[in-house]
Structure formats: structure tokens, C-alpha cells
């Protein structure tokens, strides 16, 4: 069996960082191996979201780089700083970011069962740790996991007022097959 990791020598203390994904950007395959290969040379997809990493509360905020076509993915943070920024590699980022998102999904679901039901961003964050914000890509990656969902009829982003809104299908609804 084989495993990617990074492996520190003589850690002090091997305690990760409390991270929060504010923003996901897919990268192109080719590109993406790039970004591994020399992340400072790209540090321009990094200076182009350094407005979303910086660390709150003993959280660092951080950009997700993920293979548009794979599954692994960079988590970055920068703080200001695209050249000083740190950086972890993430084997299978996207099935994990996936797996928050199917649960985000079929609680939504479950709590549409009525036809249609309408949920605050704020919940799903104290939920789910999503924090689904305009253009951070969480927002497209839950609509397109909405969307993929037989039993949704509609789904729809309002950031507007915050919320999302999905209706179902009653015949397709958990709640209403009984």
C-alpha cells in the first residue's frame, strides 16, 4: 500500500491547523501537476484569492486547489502574502469536499419533503463547516450536487438573502414514499 504524505523530521508536535475552505479553484489537470511541481512560480492563482486567506479566531481561511479531472487538491494559505504562503497537499480533496456536500444534500433534502423549503448559509456552515459564499465554487459544487439529486425538482442560491431553496419532486421525496 502506498501513501502521499509530507513528512516533517523531527516534529515538535504533529497537531494540523484548524483550516476553513473559503474558496475552491479547479485547475486543468496539466496545470494543476504544474502548481505541484512549482507552486511559487504559479503564485499568481494564489495572488488572485489572496482577499479570502487570512487567519480569524485560530482559523486559518485558505484557497482549495483542485484537479478539475482528479481527485487530490492543494490547500493554501497565504495571509497577504503570495510568496510566503503555506501550503498542504490533500489526497482525495475533492471526495472529501464531495462527502460534506452529499450530507449538506440530503439534509436539504430531507427537510424539503413538504415541496419546498428554504435553508440559511449560516446552517449549513454550523451543520457541515460549508461556508457557501458567492463565486467560491462551494456555491456551483452544491448547486451541481443539487442538481445531480432525482428527487430535487429545483435548487436554487439566493445570495441575496443568504439562503438556499430547493423544492422536490413529492413522488421522489424521502419523506413523502411511505
Not at 504533529?14 to 475552491?24: D, I, N, W
Not at 486567506?53 to 492543494?74: A, F, Q, T
Amino acid at each position: 500500500m502506498r501513501i502521499k504524505a509530507d513528512l516533517i523530521r523531527s516534529p515538535a508536535s504533529l497537531q494540523p491547523t484548524q483550516c476553513e475552505v473559503a474558496k475552491v479553484v479547479e485547475l486543468p489537470s496539466l496545470e494543476f501537476s504544474e502548481f505541484l511541481a512549482g507552486p511559487l512560480v504559479r503564485s499568481d492563482i494564489i495572488a488572485e484569492h489572496l482577499e479570502v486567506m487570512y487567519r480569524w479566531n485560530e482559523v486559518e481561511r485558505c484557497l482549495l486547489i483542485l484537479d478539475k479531472d482528479g481527485g487530490d487538491g492543494v490547500l493554501v494559505s497565504a495571509s497577504g502574502d503570495p510568496s510566503g504562503s503555506y501550503a498542504a497537499y490533500v489526497p482525495e480533496a475533492r471526495s472529501i469536499v464531495q462527502a460534506k456536500l452529499d450530507q449538506a444534500a440530503d439534509w436539504l433534502i430531507q427537510r424539503s419533503a413538504d415541496g419546498g423549503w428554504h435553508v440559511y448559509l449560516e446552517e449549513l456552515e454550523e451543520r457541515f463547516g460549508l461556508i457557501i459564499q458567492i463565486n467560491s465554487g462551494l456555491d456551483r459544487m452544491l448547486r451541481e450536487t443539487l442538481e445531480r439529486r432525482p428527487e430535487v425538482a429545483e435548487a436554487e442560491l439566493d445570495m441575496a438573502f443568504n439562503c438556499v431553496t430547493v423544492a422536490c419532486h413529492h413522488s421522489l421525496s424521502p419523506n413523502m414514499a411511505m
